[in-house]
C-alpha cells in the first residue's frame, strides 16, 4: 500500500480516489469509477473462492474493521476513510469480527472485572 501512495504522489495526486486507471508506459489515469472497483472486488473474491455479496464498499468495510481490531484510533481511521460522522464510521465497523475481542469474553467471566 505505501509504495501506492508514493505513485500516487510521484503524479501530483494529493486527494480523491486512490484507485485510478494505469495506462501504457505506467502513467496514472483517470479515477476508477465505483462500478469498476466493485466488479474487481466480486471478481477477486470469486477467483479466492470467498462466498458473499461484497462490493467497493467491503474495502471501506474491511479498513475499519481491520483498524479497529488493532486498536487504531477512530479519529485516524476517520481522516483516511474520509468519515465525517463517528456513527457513520462505526456502521462499517463488521461485529462478528468483535467475537474473538476482550470485550466479548468479559461476559464469559474470562477478563478481569472492572468492578473494584
Not at 8 to 29: D, P, S, T, Y
Not at 49 to 58: E, K, Q, T, V, Y
Not at 84 to 110: C, H, I, P, W
Request: proline share 5%.
Amino acid at each position: 500500500m505505501t509504495e501506492w501512495l508514493e505513485v500516487l504522489k510521484a503524479h501530483g495526486v494529493q486527494e480523491g480516489q486512490i484507485f485510478r486507471r494505469i495506462r501504457k508506459g505506467g502513467h496514472l489515469g483517470e479515477p476508477l469509477a465505483p462500478a469498476a472497483v466493485r466488479d474487481i472486488v466480486k471478481e477477486r473474491c470469486a477467483l479466492a473462492g470467498i462466498d458473499g455479496r461484497f462490493s467497493a464498499h467491503s474495502l471501506r468495510a474491511g479498513f475499519v474493521t481491520e483498524a479497529g481490531k488493532q486498536n487504531m484510533p477512530l479519529p485516524e481511521t476517520m481522516a483516511m476513510t474520509g468519515h465525517q460522522s463517528v456513527a457513520t464510521v462505526v456502521g462499517y465497523f463488521r461485529a462478528e469480527s468483535a467475537l474473538g475481542s476482550k470485550v466479548s469474553r468479559m461476559l464469559d467471566g474470562d477478563e478481569p472485572s472492572a468492578k473494584p
